[in-house]
């Protein structure tokens, strides 16, 4: 399953409880920059492998991620602030690709 | 101080880490309905005193409030969902108030 998760903007302690609980139970984090969300889930205390997914590696990436997808794996798309594809403050197209 | 916190619209566990935080600090919390937001604190392992504040108590309580802020009370104002004031189903001025 993909679960579309809103991080903070701004104040790291505005994640919310259930992202938390989406994030502690995902196979992997497919993030815009890894190393920003490196941080945030390190703030948070959780451990979880990532994927890059930005758009220099879109293509490629979303075979990947819809293959795992496939296979049963659980997949947090996150960005570097707020909601992916929703109020993110750049648009992306994530969600749409995957679920196509 | 006042702390205007921001409760879940619908799902519980859509509250952040920030209010918990604020929640568990405060002396007082003034709740729009305290039965309802009773239920809240007690699904996040938060006990705190209540003091209702709505409509039909809003001058005699805002007097109350705004003593125990000059007193150096902590208090935090939440409603039944959403931010009050702000992005709240109902339009209140309960923080103005607080402030004048």
New interface residues.
């Given amino acids: 399953m993909l679960y579309v998760v809103a991080t ?1 903007i701004g ?1 790291l ?6 992202a ?2 989406v994030l502690k139970n995902v196979d992997v984090v497919a993030a815009e920059d890894t190393r920003r969300s490196g941080l945030l889930l390190k703030h ?1 205390g959780i451990q979880k492998p990532f994927v890059s997914y930005h758009e220099h590696n879109e293509a490629a990436r979303t075979a990947e991620l819809t293959e795992r997808l496939a296979r049963g794996d659980n997949i947090a798309l996150i960005t570097d602030a707020g909601t992916p594809s929703i109020a993110n403050c750049r648009s992306r197209s994530f969600p749409g690709r995957l679920r196509s």
């Avoid at 302690?13 to 259930?18: E, G, P, Q, S």
Wanted: zero cysteines.
């Fill in positions: 903070p104040n302690a505005d994640i919310t409880l259930r938390l609980e948070v």
